[in-house]
């Protein structure tokens, strides 16, 4: 059984930093890709970051510049790096992944930018 387990989520000042991870347990496949979606109260859930495999790396534009997404293939973890946080980046993060036919999500952490 494949698990997602999210992780540092938080509240955090506007123009703080928090660090999110993912951890990807009990896949016998190769996991084509993971990445981080978030979703605001009111508000369709949305693609903030994608990071293949092989290393290439999509990024939102509302996020680009700001957050950097990373890999650590041995340890099936995925990592969202946020800087310069804003408060319109409140939202549930979710983990997301590609393994085989199969997609995985996480149970969402939460990460609220407030004074």
């Known amino acids: 059984q494949v698990q997602l387990v999210e992780s540092g989520g938080g509240l955090v000042q506007p123009g703080g930093s928090l660090r999110l991870a993912c951890a990807a347990s009990?896949?016998?496949?190769?996991?084509?890709?993971m990445a981080w979606y978030r979703q605001a109260p009111g508000k369709q859930r949305e693609l903030v970051a994608r990071?293949?495999?092989?290393?290439?790396?999509t990024v939102a534009d509302s996020v680009k510049g700001r957050f950097t997404i990373s890999r650590d293939n041995a340890k099936n973890t995925v990592y969202l790096q946020m800087n310069s946080l804003k408060p319109e980046d409140t939202a549930v993060y979710y983990c997301?992944?590609?393994?085989?036919?199969?997609?995985?999500w996480g149970q969402g952490t939460q990460v609220t930018v407030s004074s």
């Open positions: 997301h992944s590609v393994i085989g036919p199969f997609n995985y």
């Open positions: 009990g896949s016998k496949s190769s996991i084509a890709s």
């Open positions: 990071i293949f495999s092989g290393g290439t790396t």
